[in-house]
């Protein structure tokens, strides 16, 4: 029903930048909170960035003040641009999108397959 697909993950050294891109295709009546997550190896998965529907932004502190997410509602898209990265960046970064199906029903979520995000030092 919905697909989200992300690309924009390499290997970049430390101090330098990436820019993820996730886009939602599929049928569904509207697109709410999208976000970033993201899992090192051997932790617990956790949020990176969130933004409304309306724009609104959240960070982890861990990434405030180096990553930036936007989201263009024409292209169901949501980005996030990382600038200074360091190595404890190094993760497998998720898109995911609390979608509606259909008018009235509720939110579920949706996850993209995970893009490979590697600092090096």
């Known amino acids: 029903q919905v697909r989200l697909v992300e690309s924009g993950g390499g290997l970049v050294q430390a101090g330098g930048s990436l820019r993820l891109s996730c886009a939602a295709s599929g049928i569904y009546f509207k697109i709410n909170a999208m976000g970033w997550y993201r899992q090192a190896p051997g932790k617990q998965r956790e949020l990176v960035a969130g933004i409304t529907k309306g724009g609104s932004a959240s960070y982890a502190d861990s990434v405030k003040g180096r990553f930036t997410i936007s989201r263009d509602n024409a292209k169901n898209t949501v980005y996030l641009q990382m600038n200074s990265l360091k190595p404890e960046d190094t993760a497998v970064y998720y898109c995911?999108?609390?979608?509606?199906?259909?008018?009235?029903?509720?939110?579920?979520?949706?996850w993209g397959q995970g893009t490979q995000v590697t600092v090096s030092s």
């Open positions: 995911n999108a609390r979608v509606v199906l259909k008018y009235g029903s509720l939110e579920s979520d949706y």
